[in-house]
């Protein structure tokens, strides 16, 4: 059984095919960072269209390079949420469209579910109903939590089984990946900055600039960006500065405060729940200081912790897409309605 996956759910053009007993077998991706760098962050308009432009030829060159052609797939699975409305209609036109011509069920693919399973990536022959969940590594039981990281979602969910999710906690306002994205504008980087952000911290020193952690304090898993990305807005602002070492040092105070954040909450999460084994995700999962902040937290704690097997799954993929919608294939949950459907906000 092979799923052809399609994500267009914001600014990059993936596509991927998986195949149940030989994994993936190709992802292609075409990101339109720089057509929005200029802008500092995505026009939505500008990525509907580059997506209409990028999506076919993306699609025949995924087939030639595998020599796969339409009578090899079994399914078509596109992102129909969460996302900028105007991309989500090309991934879904296009899916409806080759469905109808290729006689094939169409699977609709929630963005974060994708994220979520994007750990199992290098896995073949996934077994999705033994109640375990695996990155090749490590292999981790039913329920875990999972902490969803990217540039529209920042959410701490219990994950009962594929499928079954409760939303622990969530940005009240900005995404994490958002506010890094911002900060990393105001640093003079280039939209998306939050990797290259992450990179300039390392230069920088420890406790020059000390920013609020928002929300500790209070009780519950919610969390809140906003205010830090004011605090550290002002302290740029005001500074006025080109000295790299400055910029380094700022870089480094907003990582370290954003980051232990995110671990504070993800222990609460875990002591809250009594569950040990923590999945992460998303574009900000790429982030190296979180990993290690909460690999060092689940050591002592005798949990484990799973993120994707390569940096190119965390931020959006196609690859994700065609293994959430294989999976959902095999649990019957594929259909044959070819009405051309996006939910632009989809709770999880
Ligand atoms: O999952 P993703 O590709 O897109 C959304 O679904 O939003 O996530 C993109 C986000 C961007 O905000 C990007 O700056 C952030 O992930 N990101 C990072 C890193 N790599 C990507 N943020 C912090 N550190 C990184 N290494
Ligand atoms: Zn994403």
Redesign the pocket.
């Known amino acids: 059984m092979r799923v052809l996956g399609i994500e267009t759910?914001?600014d990059?053009t993936g596509v991927a095919v998986y195949d149940q007993n030989e994994g993936l077998l190709i992802n292609k991706i075409y990101s339109q960072s720089l057509l929005h760098s200029h802008y500092g962050g995505v026009v939505p308009e500008l990525a509907a269209r580059d997506h209409t432009l990028r999506i076919i030829p993306l699609i025949v060159s995924a087939l030639r390079e595998t020599g796969l052609t339409s009578s090899d797939i079994n399914g078509i699975a596109y992102t129909a949420g969460p996302?900028l409305i105007g991309s989500l209609l090309v991934g879904s036109a296009v899916a409806c469209a080759l469905a109808y011509a290729w006689n094939i069920p169409i699977i609709d693919i929630h963005?974060m579910e994708a994220?979520l399973l994007a750990p199992m990536l290098n896995q073949k022959n996934i077994s999705f109903d033994s109640g375990f969940y695996s990155n090749c590594t490590d292999v981790i039981k039913f329920p875990f939590i999972a902490l969803l990281?990217?540039?529209?979602?920042t959410q701490l969910v219990m994950v009962k089984k594929i499928g079954e999710y409760k939303i622990l906690g969530e940005s009240i306002d900005d995404?994490?990946?958002?506010v890094?994205?911002k900060i990393?504008v105001l640093l003079g980087l280039q939209y998306?900055?939050?990797?290259a952000?992450?990179v300039m911290a390392r230069n920088g020193i420890k406790g020059r600039y000390i920013f609020p952690k928002p929300m500790i304090h209070k009780p519950g898993l919610n969390f809140s960006f906003s205010g830090l990305k004011t605090a550290v807005s002002r302290v740029i602002l005001s500074l006025k500065t080109n000295d790299n070492q400055v910029k380094a040092d700022i870089a480094c105070g907003f990582e370290c405060a954003a980051i232990e954040t995110l671990t504070i909450k993800c222990y609460r999460a875990l002591k809250q729940t009594q569950i040990k084994n923590l999945v992460i995700s998303?574009?900000?999962s790429?982030?190296?200081v979180?990993r290690s902040y909460l690999s060092n937290m689940l050591e002592s704690m005798q949990g484990t912790l799973l993120y994707p097997p390569k940096?190119e799954f965390?931020?959006?993929n196609g690859a994700m897409v065609a293994c959430a919608g294989l999976i959902r294939l095999k649990s019957g949950l594929a259909h044959t309605n070819l009405s051309i459907l996006v939910k632009p906000r989809w709770s999880l």
Not at 149 to 153: A, C, N, Q
């Open positions: 759910s914001c990059e996302g963005h994220h990281v990217s540039g529209g979602h995404a994490v990946g958002e890094f994205d990393a998306p900055g939050g990797a952000l992450s998303g574009g900000v790429a982030n190296l979180l940096l965390c931020t959006d």
